[in-house]
């Protein structure tokens, strides 16, 4: 059944419940009047017989309807008069969202490329990153990393052979960046 | 069912049988189904509106009903209930299926008494 004859039926269905309704009360009024009731009194009691109209209407709609995504709707469409009747609250809202939902989109793309995802790199595992292990050079400065491939490190030359003896090798998984300051320096020993 | 709130239906069932049942006899609309069974029960049973019109919307689309518009002799529109064969076929069980608790029910009653 398509949508527009789930709707047409629905409508219909909801006619039929209002007909059925005026149609009790209006024979409960012709009723009370065949007893001697004024109309006016008639109305009157035959609608406190009958009892809450809306109520029951909706009641018997209710029947027909999905009843938990209708009300879904139903409370949908309220949030969203609300919100457009306060825009302040509205924007404070939205503005809120979107920076908590920023700020955690940018802490994560940080945090993804930095330690969960591997670098871009050929061989990212074997990148190794180089301190210095001499402690008659305390005051040297520290925070230079030497960064190297790990084949290098551990590789036959004696240029790096030399360096291994004063740098100490640690997979930290960083950019080689100071090679050629490496190499100087191991010359230089 | 009956008027007080505690005792809103007599038990699961109860209102739809007599519907069927009455809907049976002839096709009515919603107020004569209403004072038939109020009459047929000598008064014993009286039908809530607030009962009545869900409990037809409801047999109405499990298609034990169905419900033909018409226009009234005061030329105001109706719906007349009339049953469909799958709601004589519900009825027929769920008769079955009365008499059966009716008799174990009056069993343990004259049980109780002895």
Redesign the interface.
Known sequence: VSRFSRFFFKNR?CD??S??????I???IDELMKEGASREEAERTARRD???VT??RE??????QWQRLESLLVDLKHVCRRLWRSPGFTITVVLTLAIGIGANTAVFSVLNSVLIRPLSYPEPQQLVAMRLNAPARQGWPTSGMNYAYRPRCISPSPRITVASNRWVCGCLGLQASRESHNRSRSTQR | MARNPEHRDLFPGALEIMILQSLRLKPMHGYALVKHIKQVSDNLLQVEEGSLYPALQRMLKEGLLEAQTGISAKGRPTRIYRLTAAGIRHLESEVVRFERMFAGFTRVLAAAKA
Do not use: A, C, P, T
Not at chain 1, 19 to 24: G, L, N, P
Not at chain 1, 59 to 64: F, K, L, M, N, Q
């Open positions: 269905r039929d419940i007909v059925s309704i005026q149609e009790h209006d024979k409960r009958f009892g809450n109520l029951l009641r018997s709609r209710e029947v027909w």
